[in-house]
């Protein structure tokens, strides 16, 4: 698997991250009305949740794909399309948008003033539970793995380049909602602008479609 491949797969995971969807949600909600540590027991969840979807999807498609090299490029082209829709769906919800809503709650004033508690271990698990189940039966994580995650896999290397790539995505997205995570207070105000919420929808529906003109002409 080459450099530039690995850096088109990142760039997509990066631009799917940063848009604010249920897993991204949980973890600021988490950060702002209870505890960073909880919020980071978010992330583990998610993170581990890729890597389960990236262990299933080799296992599911390593027959198919080894068997049939049209199938290869089925899904390419299921991965375009799917790039395709949610590029006009971001640009269309930038058109639409008011604003991103994040809500605040009493306990975001207790935590601007430092009265945070260690949680226990019994709450990182839950914590860690909501992240997983959140990205397991996140239906737009399904689909990513199901089109777009494939045809960045070698017919002779299915499972090992699986692994790495969810390996890549988990790191990826890790790091984002670290950031959120750290910017959380900021992060809220920011979201809650309607120019912030209509140039990151812009932004991510041109790279969406950007994304996917480069990947139509990808020999496989």
Not at 67 to 77: C, D, E, N
Not at 100 to 129: C, I, M, N, Y
Not at 199 to 210: A, D, H, Q, W
């Amino acid at each position: 698997m080459s450099i530039d491949t690995l850096v088109v797969f990142a760039g997509i995971v990066f631009m799917i991250a940063i848009i604010p969807g249920p897993n991204a949600l949980l973890v600021l909600f988490t950060a702002l009305t209870e505890s960073r540590a909880l919020a980071w027991s978010n992330v583990l969840g998610v993170s581990c949740g890729f890597l389960v979807h990236a262990f299933v999807s080799a296992h599911g498609l390593s027959l198919l794909l080894s068997q049939s090299s049209w199938a290869f490029m089925l899904f390419k082209y299921l991965g375009v399309l799917y790039l395709i829709y949610l590029g006009l769906s971001s640009i269309r919800a930038g058109w639409h948008t008011r604003q991103l809503v994040v809500t605040e709650s009493a306990q975001d004033e207790r935590q601007t003033k430092g009265e945070r508690h260690r949680p226990g271990a019994e709450a990182l698990w839950r914590s860690f539970s909501k992240g997983f189940l959140t990205n397991m039966l996140n239906p737009k994580i399904i689909m990513f793995y199901l089109s777009i995650f494939p045809q960045f896999v070698s017919l002779d290397r299915v499972v090992s380049d699986s692994l790495l790539l969810g390996a890549i995505q988990a790191t990826v997205v890790a790091t984002w909602f670290s950031v959120v995570i750290l910017m959380a207070q900021r992060f809220r105000a920011w979201l809650s602008s309607r120019r912030a919420a209509r140039v990151i929808r812009y932004l991510s529906g041109g790279v969406f479609l950007g994304f996917g003109a480069k990947l139509a002409t990808t020999r496989l």
